[in-house]
């Protein structure tokens, strides 16, 4: 483990993908003076003299991030906030940990807080602490309004916020429009407002004292703070700390989401083509090689085949049936899953995936969408194949699109 005063430098650079009831603290600048919601535009015009010249270097994805050389020692260890990252009053409710969804293949390390369109919501730091990195997402010639922020509490904790929609002004004058990221050092205070953002964002809580189930932490090496990401409400003291559970989809612990399925041995949990690990082998579409046979993150009795190549794209699935469990599937058994599109229920009504309802089940649709098969031939190795568009009668054994997958 790389040493607590340089983790926090390692996590603050590029990134793109990918997904408060509390009155926040009058911010006092030099003039003082009140920040006021901007209105969120979709992209900054660059002025001419300010463009980039000379062709930008090919991006860097999140994971493979670089080590930037660290300002000045941190401080501290665990803390607790009193404080919320967000405007409580306005959000509807808390998506947990652990989507599986389009490219995000493996369990999501980030939470999803969702508003009403076209509200703007107050960002907040929800303790005292130092903005270490300030980044721009998506292509960089778009310009785009939507930026990551990456918060330095102490040595060990951290924030870490995807697709803020505006930054405050202070924030803001530090990057210009010929960058895409800038590696500061910005105090900020508990409940400083530092940016506004419009119906969903992405945060989570990472603990460096903290080393979560993942069999094989050295294949995360391109997104180290995964395998320190648990249950951000653990880091909310209470009342707090109930309020925020209130506002997620789960009610199955832990209700701030989880991402750490692998039992060894075992189908279960994520995978990567034998290799290539996070990272993948293309740093434009680096989940293609991802491959998570893991609990739903709102209904985790019910499980996903998600994948990175379903005939070229991610995708999604449930299992028709629902079995066999892959937490019992063991070394040397041949499993075929017949593979279902599913959606959620309140009850027996559709949910309208835009108000706040607890208790949601996942259900199968009826029609099979293709063959998985899998058959763990080692411990920590795995066969896979996936034939779209097939019957269970039209597949008995792998053939040539079969890879070993690792973890």
Request: with cysteine; net charge negative; hydrophobic share 35%.
């Amino acid at each position: 483990m790389k040493s607590k005063q340089y983790y926090w430098i390692l996590v603050t650079v590029i990134g793109i993908i990918f997904v408060s009831g509390c009155a926040p603290k009058e911010i006092v600048e030099e003039p003082q003076q009140e920040i006021a919601a901007p209105v969120i535009k979709e992209e900054t015009e660059v002025a001419e003299e300010e463009k980039i010249e000379e062709p930008e270097e090919p991006y860097i994805p999140e994971q493979q991030r670089i080590q930037r050389e660290p300002k000045e020692q941190c401080t501290g260890g665990r803390i607790n906030f009193d404080h919320p990252p967000f405007n409580l009053d306005k959000i509807i409710f808390i998506t947990p940990l652990g989507a599986m969804s389009d490219g995000h293949v493996t369990p999501t390390d980030h939470q999803y807080w969702s508003a009403e369109d076209n509200e703007l919501v107050e960002v907040y730091s929800p303790g005292d602490g130092f903005i270490i990195d300030i980044e721009r997402m998506g292509r960089f010639e778009e310009q785009l309004e939507d930026w990551r922020v990456v918060i330095e509490h102490t040595c060990t904790i951290g924030s870490i916020y995807i697709h803020i929609d505006a930054l405050a002004p202070r924030l803001k004058e530090k990057i210009s429009t010929t960058r895409r990221s800038a590696s500061v050092r910005i105090p900020v205070e508990e409940g400083e407002v530092i940016g506004w953002y419009d119906f969903s964002v992405d945060y989570n809580v990472v603990d460096e004292d903290i080393t979560i189930g993942l069999l094989s932490p050295k294949l995360y090496e391109g997104e180290d703070w995964k395998i320190h990401t648990q249950d951000p409400f653990l880091y909310f003291n209470e009342p707090l700390k109930s309020q925020l559970e209130a506002l997620s989809l789960r009610v199955d612990p832990p209700l701030g989401g989880k991402i750490d399925y692998d039992i060894d041995g075992k189908l279960i949990g994520n995978w990567f083509v034998e290799g290539t690990a996070y990272r993948g082998s293309d740093p434009w579409d680096y989940w293609k090689g991802h491959l998570s046979i893991s609990p739903h993150h709102i209904d985790p009795t019910h499980f996903i085949v998600s994948m990175g190549d379903y005939g070229g794209e991610p995708a999604q699935f449930g299992v028709k049936g629902n079995s066999p469990n892959p937490a019992d599937v063991g070394v040397g058994e041949l499993v075929k899953y017949e593979l279902t599109d599913f959606d959620y229920y309140d009850g027996n009504k559709h949910w309208d995936r835009v108000s706040l309802v607890k208790g949601l089940k996942v259900k199968n649709d009826d029609q099979v969408k293709g063959i998985a098969l899998f058959e763990l031939v080692e411990n920590r190795k795995l066969k896979f194949e996936v034939f779209p568009e097939k019957l269970a009668e039209e597949v008995s054994d792998f053939a040539e699109n079969a890879k070993i997958y690792e973890r």
